[in-house]
């Protein structure tokens, strides 16, 4: 059995690489930017974020907003790029979610490297984010950059 | 790239193995039960329904209810057993919906073999179809057998 093919395959359909912004006075020019790669399942069939969460060796399995259902979640930025990336890498999505995680992936690495603490940093990726899960729902609203 | 194992992965978290009963009165005991295999995707995202056509060699894909959505769907109960069944023995599902799985393959090559048609297994075909999906919506009402 090919693990990391199958999980590639199962995050193409359920999973989610996400960049969220909260206003935060004690953030560089007031946002937390917090990058994420999360599934999730039903309590019933929650095996499968076991062995994500066993096969990355990272990340957190928790209850979502829902009774119902898990989340496995990796918010790490130095896991995101160590552990998630590269798994990405080796076995890419082969849908047009492929190209979220390009820009998610390059997000992270920029973070990782202390990027979005400088002004032209934080703006490449504010609007790399914006450009991200246009298919489905934007998740992104614009954002002003008040510096 | 493993495909065979992505594309199981995937079909672990949007894949749908169903079996439906619908009132016929030209179908032995007046029910017409029909099994199929499908998996839905943002139209945006169909790259990945091609995937499975192209690889299992049978389906068709064609709208959803809803306008956005496309569905890969395989109903022929010959390439259920030939092609569709195989597949998921070849790469099984990880999660509790393996257990799905096998009931439906039971189903299909019990229909192969005609078995639906005689009392006993349209009966046994009745009792595993109730006892699917129970981990998420009941698709399955309890059939009242009038023979």
Redo the contacts between chains.
């Keep these: ?14 999973g989610c690489f996400c960049v969220t912004f909260n206003r935060s006075k004690r953030h560089a020019f007031g946002w937390d930017i917090r990058p994420s790669f999360s599934v999730s ?2 309590r ?2 929650a ?2 974020l076991e ?1 994500f969460q066993q096969t990355f060796g990272c990340g957190w399995i928790r209850p979502d907003r829902s009774d119902r259902t898990l989340k496995y979640e990796v918010r790490s930025v130095p896991e995101l790029v160590k552990r998630i990336v590269p798994h990405f890498r080796s ?2 999505l ?4 492929h190209r979220d995680f390009e820009i998610f992936a390059e997000i992270c690495e920029m973070m990782s490297r202390g990027e979005h603490l400088m002004r032209e940093g934080f703006e490449r990726i504010t609007m790399l984010a914006s450009s991200m899960n246009l ?2 729902k934007k998740r992104y609203p614009r954002i002003e950059i008040k510096v």
Tied chains: 1, 2.
Excluded: F, V, W
């Design positions: 059995m090919q693990l990391g093919a199958y999980l590639s395959g199962y995050a193409d359909g359920e399942q039903n019933e069939r095996q499968i062995l076995h890419p082969l849908s047009a979610k298919t489905g």
